[in-house]
């Protein structure tokens, strides 16, 4: 692997992904990152970039093992979608509910957890505009 691709986060974690969501998977930040420069209004386009950032901190563990269920149900996802390796619609749906399940899992994760992850948000992420619920422009 090249020096320059280690450098380059692609998925994890992220502060602010998203304008209303503290901490969030991001499949690949070179696609995002895109995404904001081209499609967010031009004042607010610094800021979300200056902010969406990998986190680097230790989580609690419940929450590193939901993301892991997550993943692994969206790669199951996209053999049997993508690839068509499925036998029955019954059996894409299955894979889909597993998948919305398991993103549940993280959510109730984060919730359990949330003292200390806007604990370490704070610390990653100093003057930030984040108000508890959005991001302030």
């Known amino acids: 692997m090249l020096e ?24 690949n930040y070179e696609e995002r ?5 081209a499609r967010k209004p031009e004042k607010e386009v610094e800021e979300r970039l200056r902010l969406f950032k990998k986190v680097k901190g230790k989580l609690a563990t419940e929450i590193v093992e939901a993301v892991d269920k997550v993943i692994e149900a ?6 049997i979608e993508i690839e068509g390796k499925y036998s029955t619609v019954k059996e894409l749906g299955e ?9 549940k899992k993280v959510d109730d994760m984060i ?3 949330r ?22 422009f």
């Open 74 to 79: 969206r790669d199951n996802v996209k053999v």
């Open 33 to 37: 990152v895109e995404f904001i420069r």
């Open 115 to 136: 003292d200390e992850i806007e604990a370490l948000h704070s610390q990653e992420c100093p003057n930030c505009s984040w108000n508890g619920k959005t991001l302030v």
């Open 111 to 113: 919730e359990k957890h």
């Open 4 to 27: 320059e691709e280690k450098e380059k986060p692609i998925a994890g974690l992220y502060w602010h992904c998203h304008h209303d969501v503290l901490m969030e998977w991001c499949y």
């Open 95 to 103: 894979a889909w509910d597993k998948y919305f399940e398991a993103w």
